[in-house]
């Protein structure tokens, strides 16, 4: 088998310059540029392939970011690993997926998973959305100097942080609606749970509204299991059944809960928009396949992987050892589901 002596040997240079040029260590190692040059085509001429694992056995580093998550099913999720991969890829790192749905009901699996993953002693880790026991696995890492970046959550004691301005895309919809004319909205989430996203955004929603003097009412928003369409379906059918002042739109926490909203109202005969508007939150790609196709506030889930490969770098290039917390923009993504309100609910 080839080794580096073979090609310093056939490039004439020493074993060092050949293991910085071969080991992408030149920008904190001065190479000239026509010796490095020298060195990779004598390599590629003699057929040399590096040895990575022998690299990491003598470094005690490897080149592997693990990437964590819950969710990896939704396409959130999918989107941030797909911008990570190509974003490690670039820097001559490898993205390692780790599924952890299958371990939720049992902790010592989980923390046995944690251990397993840290012996492998990857370069950085990303988690996205929060996981069970995270905490654990943050402190662990950090023991081992590993750095760990957290997307589209808030945990506190990571590295990095980096998630979306909720305040400002919940703020961003309901100025949208309002603009429509919209001045009765309710509010569809998740289980309110203190930290999450859920909570965060319905905040939000109740800042959005009181600044801009608009009328808020309890009966209007519901917050419940999304999976329950039954559950949904029965709110929704009981609220319009009542008497006094309607909803004439509703802004929801994410897209998934949107779509059971939409879905929901239709067969309860409510049509959208013509008699309620609709708008949802994150910008997943199936928002333009409903009918109508919903209006939804965009999020960078692409960007958010990118930065957090980013963050990874600098750190382990000592250009950082701060926190980060980076708020990634949002937008809204125009779609079908929000009209004007009928002239008689404008009031």
């Known amino acids: 088998m080839l080794t580096i002596k073979d090609v310093a040997r056939e490039a004439g240079v020493s074993y060092s310059t050949v293991s910085v040029v071969l080991g992408n ?6 190479i000239a540029e ?17 040895n990575a694992l022998a690299s990491q056995m003598l470094t005690g580093k490897t080149n592997i970011i693990a990437m964590l998550s819950e969710m990896v099913r939704y396409e959130f999720t999918f989107r941030a690993i797909a911008a990570a991969t190509t974003e490690a890829e670039l820097n001559g790192y490898y993205l390692k997926l780790v599924n952890l749905q299958e371990f939720n009901g049992n902790p010592e699996d989980r923390r046995h998973q944690f251990d397993l993953l840290l012996e492998q ?28 970046a957290v997307l589209d959550d808030a945990v506190k004691n990571a590295d990095a942080l980096i998630v979306s301005d909720d305040e400002e895309g919940i703020s961003r919809a309901v100025e949208y ?12 989430s998740d289980l309110l749970k203190e930290g999450k996203f859920s909570q965060i955004r319905f905040t939000a929603f109740q800042k959005a509204m009181l600044a801009l003097g608009l009328e808020q009412k309890s009966e209007w ?6 999976y329950h369409n039954q559950k949904i379906r029965e709110f929704l059918a009981g609220l319009y059944a009542g008497h006094g002042p309607k909803p004439t739109a509703f ?22 928009p013509e008699e309620v ?6 910008g997943i790609h199936f928002t333009e396949l409903t009918d109508p196709s919903l209006t939804t506030v965009f999020q960078n889930f692409e960007e958010m992987g990118r930065r957090g490969v980013k963050y990874i770098m600098d750190f382990l290039n000592n250009k950082t050892k701060e926190h980060l917390h980076l708020v990634i923009p949002t937008r809204i993504l125009e779609g079908e589901s929000v009209a004007a309100p009928n002239k008689g609910d404008r009031s």
């Open 25 to 30: 260590r030149t920008t904190k190692l001065p």
């Open 34 to 50: 026509k010796t490095r040059e020298k060195v990779l085509e004598c390599a590629a001429r003699i057929g040399y392939r590096r």
């Open 121 to 148: 002693r990857p370069a950085g880790i990303l988690i996205k959305n929060r996981v069970a026991d995270v905490e654990y696995l943050i402190q662990a890492a950090k023991e081992c100097g590993i750095p760990v």
């Open 177 to 188: 609606l309002a603009g429509f004319g919209h001045r009765r909205i309710g509010f569809f």
């Open 221 to 226: 928003n519901c917050s419940l299991d999304y």
């Open 251 to 272: 802004c929801c926490a994410s897209d998934l809960i949107a779509l059971r909203v939409l879905t929901s109202l239709q067969r309860l005969g409510i049509r959208v």
């Open 277 to 282: 508007s609709l708008i949802g939150y994150g």
